[in-house]
């Protein structure tokens, strides 16, 4: 039996060496005989080699130099054209590139032909020597001896208790990060009874008269313009595609009878998948593609999900019209907009 | 006379008749050219235009869209051949047929473009014909087409709203599901681009003019002749695909390069 655990592998028994009964040993090839290089033997091209390495530094520095002319030269106001702006895009660009690249170059150059390159062998560390495992497991054996913590169990358990305490700190700081957690706010939208269907990005209320067939509205509630907080917030949740098909096309499911107008329909553009905005609108073949992922809903059996890892349908926008004949919102969104949640339920 | 038969076999001789000729049929198509567009401004049609534009019809796009345009019956598998034109105006003809996608050449997710088959004088009396059966939108008018009273940023907001999601945000088009495609709009005149907002050719949604207004569709031509024109700011655009094409010369030619000096670094200096 051997002992895994102490002295060399070829000698602890564990492992056996070929040739074992040889005195013959592999021998150290060595290493290759040094070949001087064009520099070190010729003082012409020793010469050339510094200058080389001299020009790849001035074209750093001309690099530089041609950054500050760009940086400083070219002022920027509302009235500069964009071919300027193109041309200084440029000049930062070559400048930054060139300083760079040109004392990069140089350095590795000047290493390779100029400083000296004769080999080195250096001998690798005996691995793990027996006496430094002991030192190291003497100390440790030393520090819980003298610290006294398998003598002292409250101290040992309070100093446990601390350590876990502490960290739930950074807990609550970064839970604070989401600004509010309550989960309802993932299920209302700016949506309600009676609020008009808005042009995107306008916001002037739409007729139902203007919604020819196979036209493709983008939509957003009345009202989101004049918000002065959270508007791209209040956005993201409320942005709807209104289209109008056919109504014999129309797939209806019971209790969603009165959702359409004349066949107008009103779609959340939001993806139930990660949120991306569902708006490739095929209006021959009446599907609705994501550009993310290329979940296709039907729009004819109520934006079902035919093709794509979405898991749900996009939720239907319950719309009428009003005594003007402008479209307006029934209700709110019957389910939660965009992807899933963990409170969704 | 004498000098002129003297020099007719001179070496040059040839080549000299060859420019000549070249330059008079040159100089009588511009001539043509101009009589045509200058005809092709006017919108309002002739009884001979539709009588004409009829004609046209009959022979090249009754196979598909029926006599008289009412679309042709179902087939084997209940595909519609071609559909009914009554009422799709003739800004939908200029728009196909302008474009070379009329006739379409064979059948598929799409119609193609391809070279135009047909001059703008027949154009011209297709639209006519097409616009007498029923009424739709008409060819647009010079003054919605000027683009230099339109402002590119608004057309710019307008375009990002309602077609970059299918047309790319810099319009270099993009896939749509089954084989279809929104194309890319380079190089696609302001007059085409208006009539298919109007139209809604194939799988495009229409955007009449309550959705954006005929000064909305100038705007986003504006911003598209812009955009085309000042090219792409932040040098070589590979295509305006994104990370596709930006993705894949990195990892060729940027890797290329990182072997390269790899090879270089580790290289002894002769």
């Known amino acids: ?345 | 006379m004498k000098a002129l038969s003297q020099r007719r076999r001179h070496p040059l001789a040839a080549i000299a008749l060859l420019l000549l000729g070249l330059l008079v049929t040159g100089g009588l198509y511009a001539v043509a050219g101009t009589v045509n567009e200058a005809k092709a401004q006017t919108t309002t049609y002739s009884a001979q235009d539709v009588e004409q534009g009829e004609k046209l019809f009959v022979a090249n796009c009754a196979t598909c869209h029926g006599i008289n345009a009412v679309g042709a019956e179902p087939g084997a598998h209940g595909f519609q051949a071609g559909p009914s034109l009554i009422g799709v105006g003739a800004a939908a003809v200029d728009f196909q047929v302008g474009t070379g996608r009329m006739p379409m050449q064979m059948s598929g997710p799409q119609a193609q473009v391809k070279p135009k088959q047909f001059d703008e004088e027949q154009t011209r009396q297709l639209a006519a014909y097409v616009a007498s059966l029923g009424a739709g939108p008409a060819v647009p008018s010079e003054e919605v087409l000027d683009t230099t009273k339109g402002n590119a940023a608004k057309g710019g907001e307008l375009f990002r709203t309602n077609c970059a999601m299918c047309h790319n945000a810099a319009a270099a088009g993009g896939a749509l599901t089954r084989g279809k495609f929104a194309p890319a709009l380079g190089g696609v005149t302001g007059e085409h681009i208006y009539e298919a907002m109007v139209t809604g050719p194939q799988n495009m949604p229409v955007f009449n003019d309550a959705n954006i207004s005929p000064e909305g569709k100038r705007d986003i031509i504006t911003f598209l002749h812009t955009i085309e024109e000042q090219g792409s700011p932040g040098g070589a655009a590979l295509g305006s695909l994104g990370p596709v094409s930006e993705g894949l010369l990195l990892w060729t030619g940027g890797l290329a390069v990182i072997i390269g000096f790899t090879i270089w670094l580790t290289q002894r200096s002769s």
Not at chain 1, 6 to 12: F, I, L, Q, V
Not at chain 1, 96 to 111: K, L, N, Y
Not at chain 1, 317 to 325: A, F, M, N
Request: proline share 7%; net charge negative; with cysteine.
């Open chain 1, 1 to 345: 039996m051997g002992d895994h655990s102490h002295g060399d592998p070829n000698t602890s028994g564990t492992v056996a060496t070929a040739g074992q009964a040889e005195v013959e040993k592999f021998q150290d090839p060595g290493l290759p005989p040094h070949r001087p290089r064009l520099a070190d033997k010729d003082p012409r091209a020793e010469k050339r080699a510094e200058r080389q390495v001299a020009i790849l530094f001035a074209i750093s520095m001309l690099g530089t130099l041609l950054f500050f002319v760009g940086y400083f030269a070219i002022q920027l106001d509302e009235t500069t054209a964009i071919s300027t702006l193109r041309l200084q895009n440029l000049l930062l660009g070559m400048g930054t590139a060139f300083a760079m690249f040109g004392i990069g170059i140089g350095i590795v150059h000047w290493a390779k032909t100029l400083m000296p390159d004769h080999e080195v062998a250096e001998e690798r560390h005996e691995i793990r020597p027996e006496e430094d495992r002991q030192v190291a497991e003497k100390m440790i054996g030393q520090i819980l001896d003298e610290s006294g913590i398998k003598r002292r169990p409250l101290i040992r358990n309070t100093l446990i208790g601390a350590g876990v305490l502490a960290i739930l700190p950074a807990i609550g700081i970064f839970r604070d990060l989401s600004q509010n957690l309550n989960p309802d706010i993932l299920r209302q939208t700016m949506w309600a009874k009676g609020v008009r269907l808005a042009r995107d990005p306008e916001g002037t209320p739409i007729k139902a008269a203007d919604v020819t067939m196979g036209s493709a509205f983008h939509v957003i509630p009345e009202g989101l313009n004049d918000l002065h907080e959270g508007k791209l917030e209040a956005k993201a949740k409320a942005v709807v595609l209104l289209m109008r098909l056919d109504p014999a096309d129309l797939n209806i499911s019971p209790g969603r009878e009165d959702w359409n107008y004349n066949g107008i329909v009103a779609y959340s553009k939001i993806c139930t998948h990660v949120g991306c905005p569902v708006a490739l609108y095929e209006q021959q073949t009446h599907h609705l593609l994501c550009p993310c992922h290329q979940s296709t809903f039907d729009l004819t059996h109520e934006c079902k999900v035919i093709f794509g890892p979405a898991a749900r349908p996009l939720p239907q926008l319950p719309i009428t019209v009003d005594s003007e004949g402008y479209l307006v919102a029934q209700s709110d969104f019957h389910s939660p907009v965009g992807p899933s949640f963990w409170e969704r339920g």
